[in-house]
């Protein structure tokens, strides 16, 4: 690590439940870990900073999640061959203010003052070189002292973005120049988005910024100093947990709740925007996804077992069984293992509200998937009921699940694909494809694979409790013998 002042450390902001693309994004999994560009394999947290090679000065990121999905997150990254400078955990969320609070703080910390671009870790963005190009004018303005910020050059009057107000037209040739910021614009409705978008002096606010930590710890310091102050102590008191930086809970939920754009940049007088047209999508709704699908020549997106007969302009998407659509027009319909979407696909965007319905009625498919990550490999629930429960379970090579112990149920464990290594009570066995064994209640035991290729084993519970709560664990690889998840 040769951090330099006029470094560019990425700050990817990867807290976001993406909870307009349920089924497939939920809050246990949400939208940025998920490769939904039909393109790639890649995830769209990975592509965040894959776009970003080759640019002048770039260093490795720095993280800011949740705790829940920190595993997800050093997993991503491990598949792209990337060390971040860190992965910080929120303990709780605070939007973005007390989040780049800490990343500049973090940053200064490293001995220098470098450049901090702030980007989301949700969004697609089609031209990578101009991209770039756009960063590396941006870098003039922010080593004078400037917040830059990117504003997306219109092609539609969308609703559900913020817009911004320049004092002064941009350049109509191919000059990137920064414009002072005029005034911020909440999401407008259809009447006044109608007119802004004629006004070449308004772009969508992107959410993205350019600047020195320094910077934007004095303008915090300047115009919201209870987030930095608490962020500050936040961070001295926080804990080193293997590769993340977790901070101290009590100082960060003092902060506010608050965006960037009302702490800082609606307030300050460094203020600039510099027009982005790149191809921008924050993939908002199941609508802009098959916006920037690959369709065939009915306008259809298929992915999956899908037979579509006289169809047209729909996206279908299915994770195991058959669907069927004859004579359909403008829908998005997803089936996952435990839930289906159907919707008109203009009608799209109103599914977060549908999402909150189904968590305040306790429908617990709102919020998380029957296939659970972990820093070992996965779970997935197949069969439940009221005192049993059946899960298949996959665990990568040289991983280990916790020594751990049950009070209220027991287990059968029986292996389908690769080799375990079964501890109970101290003792361990090798088990091969179509061997079995029991783990009886308050039996400590561990589950490893030692093996090259992925274990995969159908475990049995049964019980008068079968909730992941019910582990007490002994020893663990992760670090979660304090934090028990």
């Known amino acids: 690590m040769n951090i330099t002042d006029n470094s560019i450390i990425p700050v990817i902001l990867s807290g976001g439940s993406g909870t307009r693309l349920w089924p497939l994004s939920r809050e246990s999994y949400p939208k940025q870990f998920l490769a939904l560009d039909s393109r790639t394999k890649k995830t769209l947290l990975q592509k965040t900073y894959e776009r970003l090679l080759g640019l002048e000065g770039l260093e490795n990121p720095i993280l800011i ?3 829940d999905h920190r595993f997800i997150v050093a997993e991503q990254f491990r598949e792209i061959n990337t060390d971040p400078q860190a992965i910080i955990l929120e303990p709780v969320g605070r939007n973005t203010a007390p989040a780049i609070a800490v990343a500049a703080l973090q940053a200064i910390s490293l001995g220098k003052d470098p450049l901090l671009l702030i980007l989301a870790s949700d969004h697609l963005i089609e031209n990578n070189v101009e991209f770039q190009r756009v960063i590396q ?10 917040l830059v910020t990117f504003g997306i050059v219109p092609t539609s009057a969308e609703t559900g973005y913020g817009y911004i107000e320049t004092k002064e037209f941009p350049t109509k040739d191919n000059q990137i120049i920064g414009l002072e910021i ?29 600047f020195k930590a320094s910077t934007i710890i004095s303008e915090l310091k300047k115009f919201s100093p209870e987030i930095l102050n608490n962020c500050k102590i936040a961070l001295e008191k926080d804990i080193e947990d293997l590769d993340f930086l977790r901070l101290e809970t009590e100082s ?10 009302i702490a800082v940049m609606e307030k300050t007088n460094l203020g600039i925007v510099l027009p982005l047209n790149v191809g921008w999508n924050d993939i908002g709704s199941w609508k802009s996804l098959w916006d920037i699908s690959k369709k065939n020549n009915d306008g259809n997106y298929i992915n999956g077992r899908i037979i579509a007969e006289k169809s047209k302009n729909c996206y279908l998407k299915g994770e195991q069984r058959l669907i069927v659509g004859i004579g359909i027009e403008n829908l998005i319909v997803v089936d996952t293992n435990d839930a289906i979407l159907v919707a008109n696909r203009d009608q799209s965007q109103n599914i977060g509200n549908i999402v909150k319905s189904l968590s305040s009625s306790a429908f617990p498919e709102g919020k998380v998937h029957r296939k659970i990550y972990r820093p070992w490999g996965n779970y997935t629930t197949i069969v ?11 665990v990568k090579p040289n991983a280990s699940l916790s020594l751990q112990m049950h009070h209220h149920r027991a287990e059968h464990w029986v292996v389908v694909n690769g080799t375990a290594l079964i501890e109970k009570n101290g003792e361990k066995k090798l088990l091969s494809e179509n061997e079995s064994t029991f783990i009886p209640l308050g039996c400590k035991h561990r589950l490893s694979n030692p093996g090259k290729m992925r274990l995969e084993l159908i475990e049995v519970q049964s019980g008068t409790y079968l909730g992941e709560e019910d582990i007490i664990r002994f020893e663990d690889s992760y670090g979660r013998i304090k934090n028990q998840n």
């Open 65 to 67: 999640c949740n705790e």
């Open 137 to 146: 004018s941006a870098k003039i303005y922010a080593n004078q002292g400037k």
């Open 182 to 210: 005029n005034k911020f614009i909440e999401k407008p409705n259809k009447d006044i988005a109608e007119k802004l978008i004629k006004d070449s002096r308004f772009t969508w606010n992107s959410g993205m910024f350019l």
């Open 252 to 261: 960060f939920k003092k902060c506010p709740k608050i965006s960037i754009d």
């Open 384 to 394: 439940e009921g009221n005192r049993w429960l059946v899960k298949l379970i996959e």
